[in-house]
């Protein structure tokens, strides 16, 4: 290191945090998705000049016209963020140039064979470095194995000629984003923030401070990654345990959410989980195969996670079976259920918003076919099925109307997702048999006819 090179790193260290702490830092988020919008939209509240960069031109177009791509937020945060002049979406990655610090929001999926595919990350990474210059702040959060920041991404940014921690500093933030949770958002979450240099490690907590409740620093990169893992990994096996729960449990005429809820009145040493149709969304079903292929690329291993994966994968299918089973038809028959009408209540993998990624209600569309049933499915946020998707064969279908003659003609109706909008009052009346696998109608104080629900 060059005697310069060593009088710039108080000289760059003190210049980002003088532009943090008098809000003068730019920042830019890469990847304008449900964590990195919000996340954008935050640091532009709380008073950072504040640019999105996505590759997607079509939604950096609709961004900009403020509209509400995203369902669940208030309606009226874009249009402020537009309009206030502070923030602005770009699919040019030339516009990373000018930013302090850059928030990396790109997805992390799992590939073929289901091992993390953390190609977006490195493109992504690839743009920054032909860009960097010395001050920058990099922060990854991005869901990723222990040790990517600084095996994967460190690398590629350092093809730049300039050195992590001296030149420019990088740290991980596990993003926590809970789309469609009222009662906290993106500034109420606690954040994790790691780093593996003091300098680097100290520039995220205080930008982070500045834009949500509170950093939480950890001693590593690594560490803040495995945070991620660990937090959804945990929800993985409780949901798992909760299913089996429910099938053990039913078995002996004890309603696993009455359970669950008289349960859930200890105040410690018990959190509730709620069965389902199984898991989805981008996240609890992928975060915990990258603890388990990283496990297993150091010698290690995650038999517990796996069982709980593969339990939960099991899910649609099993609720399938059951469905031929309360039609009093042999779920092992060839197309067992031919000719008969089913209707899934909700396509989305969560109450309320408008996300299908890996979602369990299409695994049970997909398998109720295979089996012979005539599937419709009614979902306010999916009037139409788009394009592309891991179910690329169900692309153009159309969300079916609810009504009393429509319901009347199902064989049956299951309740995959518990959107708050449809009419269940009318199901309960209309349908001649429900599986509701999200207990809506006894949430909502619903009575059905005897024989004529059957929670599943
Ligand atoms: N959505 C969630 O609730 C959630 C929860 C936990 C973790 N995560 C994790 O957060 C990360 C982001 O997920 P998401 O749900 O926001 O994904 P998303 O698919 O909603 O958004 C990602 C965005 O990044 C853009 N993009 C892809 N490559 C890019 C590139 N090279 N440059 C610029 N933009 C690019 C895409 O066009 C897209 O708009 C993932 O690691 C995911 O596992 C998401």
Redesign the pocket.
Known sequence: MTEETMDSIPQHYSALQDRIARFEARVAV???????LPLALTACETGFDTTG????AG?VARINAAEHVISYMPGDRITRAVEGGRFRASSDPADLTAADIVLI????PLDAQNAPDLS?VT??AR?IARRLRPGQLVVL???VWPGATAQVLRPILEESGLRAGRDFFLGFSP?R???GNHDFNTQTIPKVVGADDPQSLALVEQFYNAIVARAVPVSSSACAEAVKLVENSFRTVNIALVNEMKVALDAMGVDIWEVVAAASTKPFGYMPFYPGPGIG???IP?SPAYLSWRAGDVGSATPMIDLARSSNDAVPGDLAARTCRELGLDAEGAAPLAGRRILLMGIAYKRDVEDTRRSPALALLDRLEEMGAQVDYHDPYFPRMAEGGEYPHLAGRMSADLTEAALAGYDAVIVTTDHSAPDYALVARAAPLVLDSRNVFAKLGLTVAPGRLVKV
């Not at 890469?30 to 990195?36: E, I, Q, S």
């Not at 960069?53 to 997607?56: C, N």
């Open positions: 890469v990847g304008l998705g449900y964590v990195g960069v996505d590759v997607d939604r929001c790109v997805p992390t977006f493109a992504a743009e959060e991005s869901t993003e984003e809970d789309p969304g981008a996240c992928v």
